[in-house]
């Protein structure tokens, strides 16, 4: 059977199986590291509060975070491209770029794309925030799939990944030295 | 209530030289004749009184419409219906242009000016809650935790029927807030629900390409290659240390029963990126080296060393309370946050 396979589209879910026999930290602990192998860029904001006639300046770290347990309900686990204050916790929906969210599938669901027996997980793009120019913090977001996809294929030769974007290419990623104003 | 004096003030003065305003509207529509059903439009081109209330509570309406039986299935939803119905509405939100289209998180009565001049670049939230409840909301980050919503729509998919709901709205002279892409937002997802297939297929990836590789700052230069030596001392048998690492999730390249070796950020640079752990008794000895050349693959390695070291931290520590980390301090920090 042809597996679906769009490997440009950041968007679209991943499907992951690994054989039964695996001896491997499993779905969750992969994307957790995959989280927080992703580098910490930092960013600028600059605008007006509510009520404020001053206008603030204020560095952010541009994280990828994750969420497990019961706070990832209905899913098993998530992650998310947060610009984040340092040390400032809990902060709403309006600093997220995107979220992942990973779900365990029942034994079977997948097949003939999947043997039966294999476990098996969907990565899908929870929230997305879309702006004139795009989906922000895309290389992020293509770089959680790739170390996610990666930690699940070096689990087992036999295990499969695919779907959505999953590969890498360096291109994808830019710096620049200087401070580049974000306005609200 | 001198304050409340002042911004009275203020507005009477900026409508008096601003058409389109609330101050020119109760004159206009007091000449209509009651039940005026044609939208009455201000030079400005923009629909005012009652008429344009009335046009706007009925563009407000839910919708309802069919979901195509190639969505629907048999078996468990997520995988016969869900995901290629999160295909179409993807496809549908991408569909709305979002061009020029610019928010305000200011409310109440503003003057013309002021809106035009503190207004950003819109923002669109999609976000599924379920497979089959989805919600979608304009506006702009309203500077204090919270999203300033022009309007925000809800979808739930039954078993046959796509219905499409806005939930919250803003309204300026009685007309809708950016209602040109609320319509389309609502229209293409019934649309492309109804029909099972999508008007661009290629959309999502040409959004990917367009928004992949823009540029990235950092707080500082990338690492330099570096060897990094540390220790775990810890009185967990070898067996009990084992089942605890094999949690840790970083890609495991090798391990027979003395030692394992783990690849650090990218796996294109496993052949220099690496961390290796000696298992002996009382004592984990661990060797990471970063050396890899390109910046971006050194940055996600030390962000994986630091990572990985906490990680083996928490499992270990988990199961001996007394474990020790005996290595430099700035890598015993874990993940930035």
């Not at chain 1, 679906?4 to 879910?13: G, M, R, S, V």
Request: proline share 7%.
């Amino acid at each position: 059977m042809n597996r679906w396979d769009e490997p440009d589209n950041i968007f679209a879910p991943l499907i992951a199986a690994v054989p039964p026999d695996a001896e491997w930290s499993g779905f969750g602990n992969a994307l957790i590291v995959a989280a927080e192998s992703v580098p910490v860029a930092t960013v600028v904001y600059s605008g007006k509060r509510p009520n404020s006639i001053h206008r603030y300046r204020e560095v952010r770290h541009r994280v990828v975070y994750t969420v497990v347990g019961d706070n990832a309900k209905p899913f098993s686990a998530r992650a998310a491209c947060i610009d984040k204050l340092p040390d400032v916790p809990g902060e709403g929906i309006v600093y997220e770029s995107w979220q992942l969210a990973m779900t365990r599938l029942k034994e079977g669901l997948c097949t003939p794309a999947v043997p039966a027996d294999f476990l098996t997980a969907i990565l899908e793009c929870r929230m997305m925030r879309l702006t004139e120019s795009g989906q922000p913090c895309a290389a992020q977001l293509a770089l959680t799939r790739h170390l996610w996809a990666s930690a699940v294929r070096a689990a087992s030769p036999r295990a499969l990944v695919f779907g959505g974007q999953h590969r890498w290419d360096d291109a994808w990623w830019k710096e620049i030295a200087p401070h580049q104003e974000v306005s609200e | 209530m001198a304050g409340a004096d002042r911004g009275e003030r203020a507005g009477q003065d900026f409508d008096t030289f601003l058409p389109g305003s609330a101050r020119h509207g109760p004159p206009i529509l007091a000449a209509l004749p009651q039940g005026h059903l044609v939208p009455y439009r201000l030079p400005g081109g923009q629909l005012v009184g009652f008429v344009a209330k009335s046009a706007t509570k009925k563009r407000l309406q839910p919708l309802q419409g069919p979901l195509n039986p190639a969505l629907t299935g048999d078996g468990p939803w997520i995988t016969n219906g869900g995901v290629p119905a999160g295909g179409l509405i993807r496809s549908a939100v991408i569909a709305v242009d979002l061009h020029g289209a610019r928010s305000s998180s200011l409310r109440g009565r503003t003057s013309k000016i002021a809106g035009a001049f503190l207004g950003s670049a819109s923002n669109l939230w999609v976000q599924m809650w379920q497979p089959h409840e989805w919600s979608f909301t304009l506006g702009v980050n309203n500077g204090g935790n919270a999203i300033a919503a022009d309007w925000a729509v809800q979808l739930r998919l039954t078993d046959s029927t796509a219905q499409v709901s806005t939930t919250h709205y803003l309204t300026k002279d009685d007309v809708l807030v950016h209602g040109e892409q609320h319509d389309v937002l609502r229209n293409e997802i019934l649309r492309a629900l109804s029909l099972g297939k999508m008007e661009d297929p290629e959309c999502e990836t040409e959004l990917a390409h367009a928004s992949l590789g823009r540029r990235q700052e950092f707080a500082r230069p990338a690492r330099a290659p570096v060897t990094v030596d540390f220790a775990l001392r810890t009185k967990l048998e070898p067996q009990s240390a084992w089942a605890r690492l094999n949690l840790v999730g970083h890609r495991l390249l090798q391990r027979d029963e003395r030692q394992g070796v783990w690849g650090l950020g990218l796996p294109a640079y496993d052949d220099t990126d690496r961390v290796s752990i000696h298992v002996g008794p009382d004592r984990l000895t661990g060797r990471a080296v970063i050396a890899s050349e390109p910046t971006l693959a050194r940055r996600a390695a030390e962000a994986g060393l630091l990572s990985f070291i906490a990680r083996a931290r928490f499992l270990l520590g988990r199961e001996d309370p007394d474990l020790h980390y005996e290595g430099p301090d700035e890598w015993a920090t874990g993940p930035v946050l």
